[in-house]
Structure formats: C-alpha cells, structure tokens
C-alpha cells in the first residue's frame, strides 16, 4: 500500500504543514508581511532595483523599504492582504489618518503597494517540478494627498510587475528635475 491510501483505496487527505508556522511564534499576519516585502523585493531583482528594507522598529514613517534607482531613492509601503479574492480585480486599502499625515508631509513622492494572497497560507506558492507558482497578485501606485485622504483604490491599471518599477523610476527623476527647476 502506498503512502496516503487506505486499504480501500481511496486517497488520504494530508492538510498541508503550511497551514502552520514552522515557528511558532510567527503569526499568519507577520508571514503575510514578509511575503509583502519579498514579493516587491522579488520584483525590484528583476528590474535590477536596489532594495533597502527598513528595520520593523525604524517604520516611524510609515515606509516599509527604499527602492534605489541610482540618482534618487523612492520610498514605499507594503501591505499584504488575504481578504480580498486573488485576481487582477480591484481592491481598497482603507489608510490609516497616521500614514496620510506621514506621507503627505513627505518631501518625497511616496509609493503603496497591496499584494493579494488567498486567505489560505498554504495556497500563496505551488511547487512543480520546473517552476514556483506564486498566486498572488500585486498593485501599486503613488500616493497623492489631494485624493487618497481615508483609502486607495487599486485597479487592473495599477497592477505591479518589474516593468512598472521602470516608470516609478522615470516619475520620481521627472520629480526630482522639476525639484531643481529642470525641464521634463
């Protein structure tokens, strides 16, 4: 008999060992935070970004990581949420009044993106013989004060890959240039 039969024949359902920390003092919502993080850094690799993660008790101004493009350095805030269905849909992140009093007294533009995983732990990565599958999804975009005053919305237009990561570093030179009075 084969591991995971019974002597029936029929297959045994074994509940994934994901379902719970290897650690036990790492909570699902610390796991969906270092996903968040990892998921962007994955990204920024990609693109050839450097990444710079602030340490958990230095995220006084609600800025998780820097992404650095060479001449400037753009800072952003990661969420990760299982409570919306995995998809490139729409979601809203309701902001805390803290983070939009801190973002918008930046000088710097500041970026926020929500990266969706199932609500399932187990179900975020599939293993194959020749790939990882991550099913999650990331969105992403600036932040603007004048707008985004209790929430941001995220649509199919702001649904992240290291692409984009190329235009967030042509919009944060374009900024710095018209900082310095040059043209764009």
């Known amino acids: 008999m084969t591991a995971g039969a019974t002597a029936s024949g029929a297959e045994a359902v074994v509940a994934s060992r994901l379902l719970t920390s290897a650690n036990p003092r790492f909570t699902d919502n610390g796991r969906r935070g270092r996903y968040g993080v990892a998921f962007l850094r994955s990204l920024a690799a990609h693109a050839g970004v450097g990444f710079t993660e602030n340490s958990p008790d230095e995220d006084v101004d609600a800025v998780d990581v820097a992404l650095r493009f060479g001449r400037a350095s753009l800072p952003v805030q990661v969420k990760c949420s299982g409570t919306f269905k995995v998809g490139p849909g729409r979601a809203t992140l309701q902001l805390e009044p803290a983070w939009v009093e801190k973002w918008s007294s930046s000088f710097e533009p500041v970026y926020v993106v929500l ?37 941001m919305q995220f649509t199919k237009a702001d649904l992240l890959s290291a692409e984009v990561l190329y235009d967030w570093r042509d919009e944060l030179y374009a900024f710095h240039e018209r900082a310095r009075g040059g043209a764009t």
């Open 115 to 151: 990266v969706k995983v199932p609500s399932v732990v187990g179900d975020w990565i599939e293993g194959q013989p020749s790939s990882t599958i991550h099913k999650s999804v990331a969105f992403g975009k600036r932040f603007d004060p004048a707008v985004h005053t209790t929430s």
